[in-house]
């Protein structure tokens, strides 16, 4: 059981748009800490996707936008496209672990 | 560009120890904390422990305490996963990661080194 909580699987036409929740405590995301998103396509390293809430990372599409309110964020992708499908996950720290915590993962399905 | 590249995975029998190691190269390696995060076959990902720019902070998940240890030498642009006492229950494929302190993002990965558990 993951600290943060997020959907195992989200799917989505090409073209559309789909979110993906991150829900924590108020001990990681509700005690201010930020939260930062992962991309893991099949077979490889996670990559950094978006920090700090929602910030991108260096030549990540403006397709994603991230967001945080209260102990919950979420990352949305509009304009879907094929090579978005992969593995994501949300990150954060816990201060009542003293460690970094990571959501369980979504797959994301283009469909 | 940035490279982390890890190595000294492979197959360990329960009980045993094992060090991994991750070079890291194309950014100033001395003024970057380190994490290591783990990915069991099929699951998600687990942070495992994090070194500070210069060894003076580590945080380690309550899973591997006691058991594992991190060590850096920033002369050789290098940090250290110490694993003993290993369980089949470690066996993922271990990343190293670059970040500027424990609460900020994992900016660049390596690739993976694969640790096998099994008798």
């Known amino acids: 059981q993951s600290v943060l909580t997020q959907p195992p699987s989200v799917s989505g036409a090409l073209g559309q748009r789909v979110t993906i929740s991150c829900t924590g405590s108020r001990s990681n995301i509700g005690s201010a800490y930020d939260v930062h998103w992962y991309q893991q396509l099949p077979g490889t390293a996670p990559k950094l996707l978006m920090f700090v809430n929602s910030l991108r990372a260096s030549g990540v599409p403006d397709r994603f936008s991230g967001s945080k309110s209260g102990t919950s964020a979420s990352l949305a992708i509009t304009g879907l496209q094929a090579e978005d499908e992969a593995d994501y996950y949300c990150?954060?720290?816990?201060?009542?672990?003293?460690?970094?915590?990571f959501g369980g993962g979504t797959k994301l399905t283009v469909l | 560009q940035v490279q982390l590249v890890e190595s000294g995975g492979g197959v360990v029998q329960p009980g045993r120890s094992l060090r991994l190691s991750c070079a890291g190269s194309?950014?100033?390696?001395?003024?970057?904390?380190m994490h290591w995060v783990r990915q069991a076959p099929g699951k998600g990902l687990e942070w495992v422990i994090f070194?500070?720019?210069?060894?003076?902070?580590?945080f380690y998940a309550e899973s591997v305490k006691g058991r594992f240890t991190v060590s850096r030498d920033n002369s050789k642009n290098t940090v250290y996963l110490q694993m003993s006492s290993l369980r089949t229950d470690d066996t993922a494929v271990y990343f190293c990661a670059n970040s500027a302190t424990v609460t900020t993002s994992l900016d660049y990965w390596g690739q993976g080194t694969l640790v096998t558990v099994s008798s």
């Open positions: 194309g950014f100033t390696f001395s003024s970057y904390g």
């Open positions: 070194i500070s720019y210069d060894g003076s902070e580590r």
């Open positions: 990150q954060s720290y816990d201060s009542s672990l003293n460690g970094v915590v």
